[in-house]
């Protein structure tokens, strides 16, 4: 598994924040007493070759990353996440997905709703909406079925999505719209400071609910599967290369594609969805059986793999809701 640190460097600010601290200062060699002189000339020995590690490890990034040449997909206006959010990663395959799928920038629009993961439009290099608070979903809809050539994604986070939007998945997936929704589940309302949300624990504290949540939180991946979404995955903000798969593999399938997220908001949420924690328990998805298109299996991935990540469900054969209309047309 891949993890922030040593894959999405090119997102600077995710390297720092409270379970990403930033490279530490130089060491002081093993017997040599801090603040004597000899102490400080090992002080200063050990920081300029620190540093000199840090620029030949910065310098190798960069050209990775020059290689690489998805950052034409980054549009030019820096983000305003917090350092350390789960968000710069997500973007960060997000870019590598549409560099590799070798996607016309005119070609691509990311529509979102209101949230820290609303201006994700903002930070691409393509058009995009950024819409009403939930509408993501129904805007994107519109869009595709007015302009089919057009790659669509809907992005929103889990309030978004999953609370005053909770109304449009259900349609988008059993209509089997050709989108990509991603969801941005960090299990919390960024944006507005730290509320529960949809998919927030039973009991956990939250500024909405300082002694405790008392609600139930949906299972994105089960709900998804219910309503009869064609592709069902799951992946990690921490695990760059696996989402930049998943999106792509969502991107080419033909029909509405689910991919939640899981990500940390490394300021409102100090102990349930952070780095740590999610380092600790994301593993990759064990399904039991190997054709993805099995939906008991899912539903039991679902139900028992909180934190599995990989793709859950995928009906290939299945029309989009386009074709569907153009066989009736047809007839
Ligand atoms: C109609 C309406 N109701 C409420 C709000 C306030 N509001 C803005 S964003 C948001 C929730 C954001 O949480 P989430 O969707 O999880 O996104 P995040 O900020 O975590 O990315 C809320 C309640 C609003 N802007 N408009
Ligand atoms: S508030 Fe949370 S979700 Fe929003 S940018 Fe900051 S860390 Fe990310």
Redesign the pocket.
């Known amino acids: 598994m891949n993890t922030i640190p040593t894959d999405a460097v090119t997102s600077g600010p995710v390297r720092s924040g409270p379970d990403h601290p930033a490279v530490s200062g130089p060491a002081t060699e093993p017997g040599t007493e801090p603040g004597t002189a000899a102490g400080k000339a090992a002080e200063t020995a050990a920081g300029s070759a620190a540093g000199t590690e840090q620029a030949g490890y910065l310098d190798e990034k960069l050209a990775q990353v020059r290689a690489m040449d998805f950052l034409q997909y980054r549009s030019p206006d820096l983000p305003t996440w917090c350092p350390g959010c789960g968000?710069f990663g997500i973007m960060d395959a997000f870019y590598k997905a549409c560099r590799e799928l070798n996607l016309a920038h005119e070609n691509i629009c990311a529509v979102s709703?209101?949230?820290?993961?609303?201006r994700t439009p903002i930070f691409i290099n393509s058009y995009g909406f950024h819409t009403?608070?939930?509408r993501s979903i129904p805007v994107a809809t519109g869009l595709k079925l007015a302009r089919e050539d057009l790659t669509v994604f809907a992005m929103?986070?889990?309030?978004?999505?999953l609370?005053?939007g909770g109304g449009h998945l259900p349609h988008a997936a059993r209509k089997n719209i050709d989108i990509t929704f991603i969801l941005?589940?960090?299990?919390?309302?960024?944006?507005?400071k730290g509320?529960s949300?949809s998919t927030t624990p039973y009991e956990m504290k939250t500024n909405s609910h300082p002694v405790g949540n008392p609600d139930t939180p949906l299972n994105p991946v089960k709900l998804a599967l219910a309503y009869g979404a064609s592709f069902v995955a799951r992946g990690y903000a921490g695990d760059p290369e696996g989402m930049k798969q998943l999106i792509k593999a969502g991107t080419l399938h033909r029909g509405f594609s689910f991919i939640q997220i899981l990500t940390p908001?490394v300021t409102f949420d100090k102990t349930n969805r952070t780095w740590k924690a999610l380092k600790e328990k994301v593993c990759s998805l064990n399904l039991h059986a190997p054709a993805p298109d099995n939906m008991e299996n899912a539903m039991r991935a679902a139900e028992n793999e909180p934190y599995g990540t990989g793709i859950f469900y995928q009906d290939k054969d299945r029309p989009s809701y386009q074709d569907i209309l153009r066989r009736m047309q047809n007839v």
Do not use: E, K, R, V
């Open positions: 968000y709703g209101i949230g820290c993961s609303g009403l608070h939930g929103a986070g889990d309030g978004d999505a609370g005053i941005f589940d960090n299990s919390i309302y960024g944006l507005t509320q949300s908001c």
